[in-house]
């Protein structure tokens, strides 16, 4: 199994109308997969959290977090 990377369209949709300061959070193979989950979330201007992206990592290299934030970069600013 490869890296996987979720998001939700409404957040897609808040991301591109707000600006947000995105924090990251990383858990240590806590789940039934055995793999690392990065959670990128932020907090709006009206204080509520903001859940951007869920990615499930296979290994904790630089490139499975570049290309998963590369992929997060992807759904900002799209048409």
Known sequence: ???IF???S???KLLNLVNVVLTMDNTYKTNAYKMSLLEV???TSMG???FAAFILLTYE???NFVG???DLKGCLYEN
């Open 6 to 8: 979720w998001t939700h």
């Open 41 to 43: 979330f932020g907090v």
């Open 61 to 63: 290299h630089e490139n």
């Open 68 to 70: 998963s934030l590369r």
């Open 48 to 50: 509520l959290t903001l």
């Open 10 to 12: 409404d957040s897609v």
């Open 1 to 3: 199994m490869k890296d």
